[in-house]
């Protein structure tokens, strides 16, 4: 098999799911930023700083992992950062040849300096608006969809639901839940969900990734997620032989098409697989589940769209028709309308891979 060269996959039309906004900042903006507010970081050299998110990131516990995002919240606490940071992450994935995003974060972790809910909303908006419209300039235009985070250890997640539905037709495309899993289940927050479902809205939910089975089942059965946020430990009810079979949980999610937003090197970094080459992304893939892929956090896993992909063919053999196909299946799953999806599908994807399979 050829191999791929990088250039030519960051050249390659993407979609992304799942990728977090506090976790995706230049190291050389969290280092302005800090400057300004008076922040201490661990290190003030970009590079430096840069490479100690990755380490300390790189923990095994996602406990530890998420001990990290203290340094970027923190200098995310104004209007014009909030607007900057969300600017510069329009630029870097479409720098990248991401041609749809959805990017979440956590509003009710924005307010220490004061700033209202509305305010953190209608930043970031326009930091995404701005961004693109600069990225569409420089011929490289990309699609953001924004999705509000509660967090799960938290009680804010009703009012963060309705935010959701308020900002609607202004660029929120859906809800989502994150943070710490084990001793968080889901259904902690099953008002919000609920709520969520009597509006015709979008959500995914983190599970599966630090947490079980359990975690999976309550997201899907009692709380009607669309996707999983992760949903890695999905391969807990898969047992490998010969024949690999699935059991009940397994078979209700590939049989509903349930989107499993997979983050590989974020997963290696936390424990939930010991290395790209032994995730569970190559099983889950053979077996036809609708796999994503993902970055979850650039910042903490000095990561990008190429580079998961690139990852994916070195350790998997991967050619253009299986990078296709994730790119396809995020599409697919995305919380823009239908038609929306259809036409990046058919007008900017299959062309650009049509062209690359030759
Ligand atoms: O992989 C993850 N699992 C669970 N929570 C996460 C992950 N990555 C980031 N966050 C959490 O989501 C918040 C909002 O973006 C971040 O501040 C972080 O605490
Ligand atoms: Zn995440």
């Not at 507010?37 to 290190?43: D, E």
């Not at 940071?85 to 329009?90: K, L, R, Y």
């Not at 495309?173 to 099953?190: K, N, S, Y």
Request: hydrophobic fraction near 45%; charged fraction near 20%.
């Amino acid at each position: 098999m050829v191999a791929i060269a990088y250039e030519e996959i960051v050249k390659a039309p993407k979609a992304l799911l799942h990728d977090h906004l506090d976790g995706g900042l230049r190291p050389a903006t969290v280092v302005e930023l800090a400057e300004a507010v008076g922040h201490r970081l661990p290190a003030t050299d970009p590079a430096e700083l840069g490479r100690w998110f990755v380490e300390s990131a790189d923990s095994g516990s996602l406990e530890r992992y998420l001990e990290t995002f203290a340094h970027t919240v923190a200098v995310m606490q104004t209007e014009d950062a909030l607007f900057r940071v969300a600017a510069e992450c329009a630029l870097d994935l479409a720098a990248d040849g991401v041609v749809y995003a959805e990017v979440r974060y956590a509003p009710e972790q924005h307010l220490e300096q004061g700033l209202r809910l509305e305010q953190v909303v209608e930043s970031v908006l326009a930091g995404f608006e701005s961004g693109a419209a600069q990225a569409a300039g420089a011929g490289r235009p990309i699609r953001i969809g924004t999705l509000l985070t509660a967090m799960r250890h938290a009680a804010r997640s009703q009012e963060i639901a309705e935010l959701s539905v308020r900002y609607r037709d202004h660029g929120v495309v859906g809800f989502d839940i994150a943070g710490a899993e084990a001793g968080f289940p889901p259904t902690r927050h099953l008002d919000a969900f609920e709520y969520l479902q009597r509006e015709n809205s979008h959500f995914t939910i983190h599970a599966g990734e630090a947490f079980g089975l359990p975690s999976i089942w309550q997201a899907i059965q009692w709380c009607g997620a669309d996707r999983l946020g992760h949903g890695v430990r999905i391969v807990d009810d898969i047992t490998v032989g010969e024949q690999p079979v699935l059991g009940r949980l397994a078979a209700y999610v590939r049989d509903k098409r349930i989107p499993l937003e997979l983050c590989p090197s974020s997963n290696v970094q936390t424990g939930a697989a010991a290395s790209i080459a032994e995730h569970p992304i190559g099983l889950l893939r053979d077996l036809r589940f609708r796999v994503t892929v993902n970055t979850d956090n650039r910042l903490m896993s000095g990561t990008s769209m190429s580079r998961e992909m690139a990852l994916l063919v070195e350790a998997f053999g991967y050619g253009w028709a299986e990078l296709q196909w994730f790119t396809i299946n995020a599409m697919k799953s995305a919380f823009i309308p239908f038609d929306e999806r259809l036409a990046i599908i058919n007008e900017t994807i299959k062309p650009a891979y049509a062209k690359l399979l030759g």
